[in-house]
């Protein structure tokens, strides 16, 4: 039956915590998947979700939820994305349903777009996140590029991204990263963003927005919700995939949100019941445990006020790493220049090496991650500072 079945190609990111697994060498260091550790180069569970965890038990059941997930998880999360007085929420225009962390999220509206826009395409920043690719090759939905990075300046491309804004066709589909883009740690400032906004009214752009990373990028969940925060003042009609398995640590929960704001309560009603359709026979409905966490954090004053404080902890110490690993590298007289490292924002830095480089990296030095060059922040610990930038100098600095 599947003797023409070929190995699939290892995942990009997933394959390389694989290798690292399976790497018996004491010195090895993963900075490959997006997956916060303290600094001991543990994971984290979080002290909020450990709380979170003791009110629950026992007084959960292990019933079905509903094909949307948990309608007061969903509220909570849909207030963190935009706003407690958004009046979006007020007028109930938001259509949203718990989802299987924000790969779930992303696939449930690629899926809706494929049925309701089935003429559309989407355009998917360059570079991206890779799972982006497979969801929409995965809903049959065309995809298209636009600039986002510039290899020289290690920054954003903003005159080229909006030049492709502006060549769009009339009404396309935008893949937009909400904060903390990855891989490259690069964000459009607030008044970049305003302009970006302004040219998707121009052009009747659809803005679908991935925030997987919500409180990542400046510690502060309100703050990196700004670009939402934008398009929402200038009228526009999003989407948002929202994911928990960063910012509060639930990763393997598979916890997230979609939603889709629409022209009025009825709408919204309508969207979600779609929503639930495309759910049913793809997953049926979304587990318990997870949803019942965030609801328990986000709705409880004082967890909630314990949760911000951690994700800010674990912000500042991908912060301090960063300097740490520029100092570092900057202290061995490396001819080139590692501003990037300290300016690019989130989890991840996108380091400029060459997929070679990154292979001796691996090689040599036991160091894994993706071979774009984009280093795990979250990974690198005072320990391994010190390695990892030796390493890198070796492979570099000729
Ligand atoms: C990453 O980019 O490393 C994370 O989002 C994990 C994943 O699923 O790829």
Redesign the pocket.
Known sequence: WWKAVEPAPK?P??GVTEAFLADTDPNKVNV????YRDDQGKPVVLQSVREAERRILGKENMEYLPMGGSVKMVEESIKLAYGENADVLKDKRVAAVQALS??GACRLFAEFQKRFRPESQIYIPVPT???HHNIWRDANVPQRTFHYYHPETRGLDFASLMDDVKNAPNGSFFLLHACAH??TGVDPTEEQWKEISYQFKVKNHYPFFDM?YQGFASGDTDRDAKAIRIFLEDGHQIACAQSF??NMGLYGQRVGCLSVICDDAKQAVAVKSQLQQIARPMYSNPPVHGALLVYSILSDPDLKALWHKEVKVMADRIIGMREALRGNLENLGSPLSWNHVTDQIGM?CYSGMTPEQVDRLTSEFHIYLTRNGRI?MAGVTTGNVEYLANAIHEVTKS
């Open positions: 995942d990111i997933l490959g998947v997006g997956a924000g790969t996140w890779a799972n990855n891989p997987a398995a960063k991840f795990s």
